[in-house]
């Protein structure tokens, strides 16, 4: 189980305060909210890329901020918002990246390795690529390899910013599929309230640097909630194929 415990994160100054959360494994949580509201500095603290203002971040019981860089990559996966390639590498490399917490120092890629890498590839629907450069891929399709780079570390946490932002509707239907059914503990920042409401297991609202509201997308993504917190009228209706669809 993933928790947080008293999380403050921010720079010089607190930008989301007093987060108190869990995350067991299986679970899909998605985190909304409006621009700036603080969902991407939380996951750069969880990531370990800033260190938090205050509070408490553990796994199982395990301080994260005091994992080893080892430990903390065999435990944690993140996939970013923001899509760099400074190297001309093919997609099979890049996602193999994934796999250096699990080899011994200065080891090749093993037998395993490689398998790892080539489904998580299957995975994604970008086996196809496999030799090719990711500077000639697309956004979505360079995406959709930096998931399978994640899904590849096979870690038991996914952290997740923005993952479906370069991603058709089709394709990130997928995503959201693939998530939701790796029997993962998985925190993700979302945009698409719709994607959100039919994937995730729960959603947790941010407004004004707290925690809003936290609990199953029915009770949480209501008509009220949604004008409150993000200032947007629209409509909560049923789902034919399951769960909740908002219509603005």
């Known amino acids: 189980m993933l928790s947080l415990k008293n999380l403050t994160v921010g720079y010089k100054s607190p930008i989301l305060s007093d987060v108190n959360l869990t995350v067991e494994k299986g679970e899909v949580v998605g985190i909304l909210g409006p621009n700036g509201c603080g969902k991407t500095t939380l996951i750069r603290t969880l990531t370990r890329f800033i260190e938090p203002l205050s509070g408490e971040v553990a796994l199982d019981g395990r301080d994260v901020f005091a994992m080893k860089p080892v430990e903390f990559a065999s435990e944690f996966a993140a996939v970013s918002q923001t899509l760099v390639s400074s190297f001309d590498y093919t997609a099979r490399e890049v996602v193999l990246m994934g796999r250096y917490c699990r080899q011994k120092t200065f080891a090749s890629e093993s037998e395993r390795d490689i398998g790892a890498a080539r489904k998580a590839l299957r995975d994604v629907g970008m086996d196809y690529a496999e030799s090719t450069a990711v500077s000639k891929l697309s956004g979505g399709e360079f995406q959709r390899v930096m998931i399978a780079r994640a899904l590849a570390q ?61 609990g199953a997308p029915e009770e949480v993504i209501t008509e009220e909630n949604i004008k409150s917190v993000f200032d947007a009228d629209c409509s909560v209706i049923p789902n034919p194929r399951g769960g909740i669809c908002v219509v603005f």
């Open 154 to 214: 096979e870690t038991d946490v996914l952290l997740l910013d923005e993952p479906t932002s370069h991603l058709d509707i089709n394709h990130a239907g997928d995503m959201a599929r693939l998530f939701a059914q790796s029997g993962k503990a998985v925190l993700a920042v979302m945009h698409d309230i719709n994607l959100a409401a039919r994937w995730c297991r729960r959603i947790v609202l941010i407004k004004d640097g707290a925690l809003f509201a936290d």
